[in-house]
């Protein structure tokens, strides 16, 4: 299934190829509680996404280790996607960005992220 969405302001937006959204993921590390988003239950390759982001408004947050890879929109601020630690060059993507899909209707896990050493 082919999936769309944006940053708020659309400056960056993406699609991928994935099942359907049914379920999501948060994190309780110390930036995933801040930023209280619910990523997609699934990654995705660096081949089944496609990024496109104008005047340069993709900005990436990195920390720590410097293998997880925070995405935003540097105009509007929004949190897109990230590229994650555990499966580097695999994205999670922030489903109150999907076009279509409800993030408030989608039950979610919770990861212990806190927990990883980074």
């Known amino acids: 299934m082919l999936h769309t969405g944006s ?12 099942p359907p959204v049914t379920e999501g993921l948060r994190c309780n590390c110390s930036i995933c509680a801040r930023k209280g988003a619910t ?6 390759s660096s081949e089944q996404i496609r990024i ?5 408004a993709l900005s990436t947050y990195t920390f720590g280790s410097g293998v997880a890879k925070h995405h935003f929109c540097n105009k509007c601020g929004i949190y897109t996607f990230h590229q994650t630690l555990r499966q580097p060059g695999y994205y999670r993507i922030n489903i109150g960005c999907i076009d279509g899909v409800d993030s408030s209707s989608i ?3 919770v990861f212990n992220g806190a927990a990883i050493k980074s």
């Open 52 to 56: 496109k982001a104008k005047d340069g």
């Open 7 to 18: 940053c708020h302001c659309g400056a960056l937006s993406f699609e991928f190829e994935a």
């Open 107 to 109: 039950p979610f896990e």
């Open 39 to 44: 990523m997609t239950g699934f990654s995705v």
